[in-house]
């Protein structure tokens, strides 16, 4: 089993901060994490697990 964690960008910095507040922001993150995802399951081999 694959897991994963990921640090889009962090609250405490200012410059960051403030483009989490944007959706723009939020959705080309979300855009590129579904990308990132679906190409490593179309592009693995399953283990049979």
């Known amino acids: 089993m694959v897991a994963v964690i990921v640090e889009v960008a962090f ?14 922001f939020r959705e080309n993150a979300a855009q ?6 679906k190409y490593y399951i179309e592009n693995t081999p399953d283990d049979g697990v």
């Open 11 to 24: 609250i405490s910095n200012p410059k960051e901060e403030k483009l989490l507040k944007t959706n723009k």
């Open 32 to 37: 590129a994490l579904f990308e990132a995802i």
